[in-house]
């Protein structure tokens, strides 16, 4: 019955008051459901792990996690491009894109063993063959063993932090740089990120890649508790290193409009895009 709910609700698009909706048609089993499998927007197919996390439960409502990103990646992306997403999760975002844009080749990367898991099922599932899977941590530095904290039920909320949960994965890091030279150094247009905070971290380990004029735009949440509880990094690190390197910085809105941001933001939330060749 809930699983033709899910169905009709998907194929009404998006509309005001539906998430009120659905949260209430789905209350019956919105927390007790686990390991969905759904066919979405572009006849992407995903297992969900569950559909409590955002990232579930829009897929399974509405299709589609995050259009408006995904619309806005597949804009900045030229004909043939190397992409990173780097936090892949499930595969959300990397997937839609990558069937959407045969010509283009993406690697993304997931810490979590666990939800690495279900990004491979994904991947097998859409069988998107422009796209490599890796399961590491993305950090400064390589092949060190660190603990990694996702938890069950907030799947999209993974962390070197200890936030949502005390249960952790032990992972192995890579810092971006050398990530890419054991994939023959391409050239990278875009990087998708999404660490729970730990972006200046990552950007650290991409020092090559981010240096030169030709470095790729980026897009990346800031929230301001996620940066002050990574280790070593406070509110507005990530975008201070990006700025040191050459980076103007723009506030992504609804629709991918661009707001350019004069200073640091250190407060609040902001989905963020950085670029070199936009002229504010």
Known sequence: MYQFIGSVLRSLGHFKGKERLSRLLLKPVIHTWKDIEVTGKWDCRYVLPNIIENVG???FTDAVFEEDSIAFILS???????????GA?????CIPVCKRRPDVRAIAVEASPRVFGYLAKNHRLNDVKNLEIVNRALADTDDREVSFFSPEGKFGKGS?????????ETVLTRSVDHLLQLHGNPSIAFIKIDVEGYEQLVFRGAG?????ESAPDILFEFIDWAENAAHGIEAGDAQDFLIGHGYRLYRFEKA???I?????????????????????
Do not use: C, H
């Open 57 to 59: 439960f829009d897929i």
């Open 256 to 258: 991918g409009k661009l």
């Open 160 to 168: 070197l932090s200890d936030v949502f949960t005390q249960k952790s």
């Open 76 to 86: 900045k992306l030229p004909q043939g491009a190397n992409w990173l997403d780097i």
């Open 89 to 93: 999760n499930i595969g959300s975002i």
């Open 260 to 280: 350019p941001m004069p200073e640091t933001q250190r407060k609040g939330y902001a989905l963020i895009y950085a670029s070199k060749n936009l002229e504010a």
């Open 208 to 212: 090559q890649l981010l240096s030169g």
